[in-house]
């Protein structure tokens, strides 16, 4: 079991980014100015091999982690990443494991990820309106192609796939109806990401965001919604539902009503490093002792010994001041 960080919170969740790359360009999280075609992706030996992110999974898992959740970049850009799925789903103690996706590579690969033991999958598509899509992904890639991805998920037996939509003030705010009226009654849940000022290269102002508020306001005055109660305490997303059965959406608020009182996630970059917040400014690395030979112990005390002095509330300080504090970008440490 796990110590409890300065501020009382146990380590229950991992996010394990896979890969550094990505094929979309998305705006508000690898904009192509930054990341241009001359930028450094890390190259291969950079990146922990499947056997190492496994090994570190296990001794997270024995410090008490639950869930992991694979992402990126765009993780299904990883080679063969159902082997690591493949050695990661039979993990004892390993209660919840799923993957982060821009969902366009996902009608090939749904069924292989399912078969290797992929439980559950979130896909994240910013708008059903071609134009607007392709202006957020920047590469001009298709909505039909990630609703077909949802389709071939759905098929797989990854449902009910949870569909997270970043929403930015007077460039997607027009879709967020389009798509709860798409997605209700499709058993799938739409998730409303108010957008954050992640990493530096976004460009990002507070008139951006649209409050989570204000999307269930716009919601409910044409399908009226009821809150739900929380799945477990300290989940991320408020629940809400269709009054008319019409199935369920989620809110998640991190800038408006920022929960890190509750947070219990760390995050593992593609390289190895270990991140206690999603604005953290360094990482630990974990690659250069695991490549020199350490023991299980010494690194399980090496994961102990970051959480044990982490006092990371970087948005609930967000909320407080308007100090600009230095952080990492998004595409590296992964969402
Ligand atoms: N490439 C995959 C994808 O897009 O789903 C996985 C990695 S992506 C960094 C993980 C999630 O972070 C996505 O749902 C994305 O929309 C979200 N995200 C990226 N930048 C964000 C920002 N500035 N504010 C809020 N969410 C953001
Ligand atoms: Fe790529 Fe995902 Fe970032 Fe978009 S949000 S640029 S798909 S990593
Ligand atoms: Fe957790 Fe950091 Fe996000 Fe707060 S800002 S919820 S501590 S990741």
Known sequence: MSDLDRLGRPLR???????????????????????????QFLPRAELLTFEEIARLARLFIDQGVEKIRLTGGEPLLRRDLERLIAALAPMPGLGDLTLTTNGSLLARKAGALADAGLRRITVSLDSLDDEVFGRLNDVDFPVSVVLDGIAAAERAGLAPVKINMVV????????????ARHFRESGHILRFIEYMDVGHS????LDDVVPAAEIVGMIDAEMPLEPVDPNYQGEVADRWRYRDGGGEIGLISSVTEPFCSTCTRARLTAEGELYTCLFGVSGHDLRAPLRAGATDEELAERIRAVWRVRADRYSELRSLATVRLPKVEMSHIGG
Not at 168 to 179: A, D, F, Y
Request: charged fraction near 25%; include cysteine.
């Open 13 to 39: 969740d991992l996010r394990i980014s896979v890969t550094d790359r990505c094929n979309f360009r998305c705006t508000y999280c690898m904009p192509r100015e930054v990341f241009g075609a001359d930028f």
């Open 168 to 179: 930015r003030r007077g460039v997607n705010e027009s879709s967020v109806l389009p798509m």
């Open 202 to 205: 976004n460009g990002w102002v």
